[in-house]
């Protein structure tokens, strides 16, 4: 088992609320999601960092302004903008 700290502003940071019923879950959204898989690349695997940026890049309810904004929040800002040059 392996425990891990976030300060609480990466930890906090895209977190939303939804409904399903009459329960209410949160989770992250999904930039924080995709930035999460670009710090962790090494783990999660260059292969497939790349498969989630592009199917993310098609997607229609994308928001780049706010996945750039997290990048950079969460130090992962140029990492982030190599991928996306290379694949827009």
């Given at each position: 088992?392996?425990f891990?700290?976030?300060?609480?502003?990466?930890?906090e940071?895209?977190?939303?609320t939804?409904?399903?019923?009459?329960?209410?879950?949160?989770?992250?959204?999904?930039?924080?999601?995709?930035?999460?898989?670009?710090?962790?690349?090494?783990?999660?695997?260059?292969?497939?960092?790349?498969?989630?940026?592009?199917?993310?890049?098609?997607?229609?309810?994308?928001?780049?302004?706010?996945?750039?904004?997290?990048?950079?929040?969460?130090?992962?800002?140029?990492?982030?903008?190599?991928?996306?040059?290379?694949?827009?």
């Amino acid at each position: 088992m392996n425990f891990h700290h976030y300060t609480d502003d990466r930890h906090e940071l895209g977190i939303t609320t939804v409904k399903e019923g009459k329960n209410e879950f949160q989770i992250y959204d999904m930039e924080k999601t995709v930035v999460d898989i670009v710090f962790y690349r090494e783990k999660v695997g260059i292969e497939e960092t790349k498969e989630i940026l592009v199917t993310y890049l098609q997607r229609k309810d994308r928001n780049l302004n706010r996945l750039l904004k997290y990048a950079e929040l969460m130090k992962c800002g140029k990492a982030m903008r190599q991928y996306l040059e290379v694949l827009v």
